[in-house]
């Protein structure tokens, strides 16, 4: 089975600038997560996603959002790109939202904002 | 708020000899903990995690981990350390919700010299 996709996997931006991820979840899973991480630190919560809904928000300004799509799979935009924005941008999925199955991971869209 | 500490920045072992990476953690209400292991320009791979039951969870690749409530710990540990044991690894908490987010801590580095 195919694990979690993310495309690109690379990408350029300019300061201002505004950039879409994408991410396809594990066949089956319902629920995505979306996490930021910068160079020498552990990734931190954007948002989730469930059956299409947000159902949880981390500490990061309105340039952010999300969706889900009714096959699961999910965007991430990122309007405004400030240098700070650089990071690894991972996709995870799950199962259901608030059961005890493992996040799995995508490999992860390296961004950085020139 | 919940958080994780994982206060070494590096962990150096030779192969053959056991290894210890460790984790405090701190929630209100009762923990969900996993282990996630980060090889270079990839995302994160589930290795193992302690929702309830016994303290020593056995997880992938000979990995296990000894959860601690009173000291409030869960020490990542492998009786023989590989060389392709080395990579980054992640300790995180998930406290029972309706949701799935992870609290990661900022990562230790496993080095295992041959």
């Known amino acids: 089975d195919a694990g979690v996709t993310q495309s690109p996997t690379h990408l350029i931006k300019t300061r201002g600038q505004h950039v879409t991820l994408r991410c396809s979840p594990i066949?089956?899973?319902?629920?995505v997560s979306w996490y930021q991480q910068v160079l020498g630190q552990g990734p931190q919560f954007i948002f989730q996603y469930y059956e299409k809904e947000e159902r949880g928000r981390g500490n990061f300004p309105d340039r952010f959002s999300a969706r889900q799509f009714p096959n699961y799979s999910s965007e991430l935009n990122v309007n405004a790109l400030l240098l700070g924005d650089s990071a690894l941008y991972l996709c995870?999925?799950?199962?259901?939202?608030?059961?005890?199955?493992?996040?799995?991971f995508g490999n992860g869209t390296r961004l950085t904002v020139t | 708020a919940q958080s994780v500490a994982q206060p070494e920045d590096q962990v150096n072992v030779a192969e053959g000899n056991p290894l210890t990476v460790k984790c405090t953690y701190s929630v209100s209400g009762n923990p969900y903990l996993f282990w996630y292991v980060q090889y270079p320009n990839r995302g994160l791979q589930f290795l193992l995690k302690?929702?309830?039951?016994?303290?020593l969870v056995k997880g992938s690749y000979g990995f296990e981990a000894e959860f601690n409530k009173s000291q409030t710990s869960f020490h990542l540990k492998k009786p023989s350390a590989l060389v392709s044991d080395s990579a980054l690894y992640f300790c995180a908490v998930r406290v029972h919700s309706g949701y799935s987010t992870l609290t990661f801590g900022k990562g230790t580095m496993l080095l295992v010299s041959p």
């Open positions: 995870a999925s799950s199962l259901a939202a608030g059961d005890n199955s493992p996040l799995h």
């Open positions: 066949s089956g899973h319902k629920s």
């Open positions: 302690y929702i309830t039951g016994d303290n």
